[in-house]
């Protein structure tokens, strides 16, 4: 394939602007292959300067390699040329913080945030290691700062790194913060043009983070053994030391897991939800006899846990599941205690169990239903005491960490299932209650991979026509709830992938203890047959 003239121009211009010199002999590289007509050298090179990483939901996120279209320090140093510049608009005087986790670049690209931050006249706070993203998010708030930037992936592949931002409030960006970010970095100079200097002032806000946590328990029950794994990821000492500062002692990490490794070498995918990626961990908590699983993901930022089932195994719980158990164990021991606020409010999304709902309304509490995403959740309303959402994220502790906590939600878990354990009893048990008290609720997701015209045409032909038998709600002009009695479909197209996403739920009434199974096996099979449908739905 012939190298077009205005694709080698573009791939100089950015040579000469990149400051790193590993990037610019990178880029060098394929730009010359690409000249010689090496096969796929030209696609490469597209695919490199297709534009610069698009400025998202919290930040970037994308491979690690040379061009605009990749996490590098030339793309880092605009980025943060524009936060920079967005900032001293908003005559905003704190100091902003800079945390990473241990993933290929990590390092790199926090010094290059933390040299342009200091460049553009910010007082810079670094923290002094990888750590998770949680600790970034609480430092925001504990040390007065207008913004804090983590470099993390989260749970992304190997081979990708990020940037996330978090504003003064210690939550993720919204509207139309981020669009104005995005405007700003668009206008930024060259990245070799950047001013930077050196003068952050390292501060550890880990002890304060882990006192924090330490305070969550609710309950007085110690005695839980706890099988763990970071999975490879940077949450694992801190957990165990949160852990420990609550008083569960008795914990058991996964050995080839432990400690970080930005190849993550014994999981294909480095995301609790993942087929085959708590298989380790699920041996552990075999082999040790322990009461929960738990599994960070590698920022722990996300917390899944996996409980003994009744046939001697172990099975993983949804993140609803966690989510109404963590909210049913923080309102119910509040109702006990006296929460923070006089009328609190809990939270959850769209696509996310609708038991929440009920539950909240057994405790007085007040509740939330919002867009996908924490920066949503967060600012669901005051006096949030809990939000959660279905992709394994919970913000327990409001107060502290305006986000989702993996730790956090943890230390909550081991609460809750030693305090059961103590009663005889285990989180499957008090899931059987709140089905008693509530309804069945399962739900299920389910992707359908299209190419963007056909994932676009597919979108509008749904959001054109309500299909027969359901009443339809539009939240958003690229969202679609449909309800019926008992059944609620959520459809919207991925924002990251060329994929439409559908998210089922059934509920199914419960008319006394003793017709649960059949409730359950009566959920279970409304819940086949809109799969069914909504397969033909989103493929007819």
């Not at 534009?51 to 279209?69: E, N, S, Y």
């Not at 709140?434 to 045409?457: C, M, Y």
């Not at 009695?485 to 059934?506: F, N, W």
């Amino acid at each position: 394939m012939t190298l077009p003239p205005d694709l080698r121009d573009a791939a100089t211009r950015w040579i000469a602007d990149d400051p790193d010199p590993l990037t610019r002999t990178e880029l060098q590289q394929v730009l010359a292959a690409a000249m010689v007509g090496t096969p796929g050298a030209v696609d490469d090179l597209r695919d490199r300067m297709a534009g610069m990483l698009r400025f998202g939901t919290a930040g970037l996120r994308g491979p690690v390699r040379a061009g605009p279209a990749g996490m590098n320090v030339a793309v880092v140093r605009r980025t943060t040329a524009g936060l920079a510049a967005w900032l001293a608009r908003r005559g905003d005087p704190g100091p902003v913080v800079v945390g990473r986790d241990a993933r290929h670049g990590s390092e790199a690209f926090a010094t290059a945030a933390a040299e342009v931050l200091a460049g553009a006249g910010f007082r810079v706070l670094t923290l002094p290691a990888p750590l998770p993203t949680p600790v970034l998010a609480f430092a925001v708030r504990e040390l007065g700062a207008v913004a804090g930037v983590q470099i993390t992936a989260s749970h992304n592949p190997p081979a990708d790194n990020g940037y996330k931002v978090y504003l003064a409030d210690g939550a993720q960006l919204a509207p139309p913060s981020d669009a104005e970010i995005e405007a700003a970095i668009r206008a930024a100079p060259a990245a070799v043009s950047v001013p930077t200097a050196a003068t952050a002032t390292t501060v550890d806000v880990t002890e304060a983070y882990l006192d924090r946590a330490g305070r969550l328990p609710r309950g007085t029950a110690r005695q839980l053994r706890v099988a763990l794994t970071p999975m490879h990821g940077v949450g694992g000492a801190t957990a165990v030391h949160a852990l420990h500062r609550a008083g569960f002692t008795d914990v058991h990490v996964v050995t080839a897991q432990a400690t970080p490794d930005p190849d993550f070498p014994t999981v294909s995918f480095p995301n609790p939800e993942e087929p085959g990626a708590t298989d380790a961990l699920l041996a552990l908590a075999a082999e040790v006899d322990a009461d929960l699983a738990i599994a960070l993901d590698p920022d722990a930022d996300r917390c899944a846990l996996a409980v003994p089932d009744a046939g001697g195994g172990w099975r993983m719980l949804t993140g609803d599941e966690t989510g109404v158990l963590l909210g049913d164990h923080l309102l119910r021991s509040g109702a006990a205690r006296g929460m923070p606020y006089d009328d609190p409010l809990v939270a959850t999304t769209i696509v996310s169990s609708s038991m929440l709902r009920p539950l909240a309304a057994a405790y007085g509490a007040r509740y939330a239903e919002t867009l996908t995403g924490f920066k949503w959740i967060v600012r669901g309303g005051p006096g949030l005491v809990y939000g959660y959402e279905e992709a394994l994220g919970y913000c327990v502790d409001p107060d502290a960490v305006r986000d989702k906590d993996g730790i956090a939600a943890a230390v909550l878990a081991c609460d809750l299932a030693a305090g059961l354990k103590a009663a005889g009893q285990g989180p499957a048990d008090r899931l059987d209650e709140l089905a008693v008290a509530h309804g069945v609720h399962r739900t299920e997701g389910v992707s359908v991979r299209r190419d963007p015209a056909a994932r676009d045409a597919l979108v509008e032909r749904l959001r054109s026509g309500t299909p027969a038998g359901w009443s339809a709600q539009r939240p958003t002009p690229d969202v679609l709830v449909l309800r019926r009695h008992g059944e609620r479909l959520v459809i919207r197209p991925s924002g990251t992938e060329p994929k439409v996403k559908a998210y089922l739920e059934v509920v199914e009434p419960v008319p006394h203890a003793a017709a649960l199974a059949e409730a359950k096996a009566a959920a279970r099979r409304r819940l086949d047959a809109l799969r069914a449908e909504v397969h033909e739905l989103l493929e007819g």
